[in-house]
């Protein structure tokens, strides 16, 4: 979902065309990019590859997964801006994203326009807004411990970047 997404957004404002790809061959990626010009690359993990890349290409997406900081900063030297967001189905699908002119490395970025994020005291991330689901299908929302107070719980461990104040 979260590459659909990104594509959705990016490609009427580039214009571009969109290359969905079944498979995360390393070899086959780089060859799709030198083969069809492909400017950037939107998945989970953006790692592997480390054939040069030639063309247009500048621009790694990262998202559904942490990205190593490791990964990030290896990119980078290489030249390459690395773009990273976070998000879930249940959020249709992306809760934050990174300005891709205005990267804060090592993060996922701010939430996007209508949409809310809280650390739990155990540090798991509650998301709440216009994007995120009521609830399941055929299943009661008292039924779910999903969802709380208005509060998607996603399961997932975060912390904040935001200096406290």
Known sequence: MFGQAVTMLLVP????EAVFMRGYSPHEIV???RSRRISLAAGHGVGGATEEFTG???VFISGAAPL???LEEFWSRLGFLVVQGYGLTQTAPIVSFNNP???RKGTV???VE???IKIAADS???VRGESVTPGYYGVPPEASSAFSEGWLHTGDIGRSTIPAA
């Not at 404002?13 to 571009?16: D, E, K, R, T, W």
């Open 13 to 16: 404002l580039i214009p571009a």
């Open 114 to 116: 209508g949409t809310e």
């Open 68 to 70: 190593e900081p490791e």
């Open 101 to 103: 002119f205005a990267v």
């Open 109 to 111: 970025g701010r939430p």
């Open 56 to 58: 247009k290409f500048w």
């Open 31 to 33: 060859r799709q990019i």
């Open 124 to 126: 798991e991330i509650l």
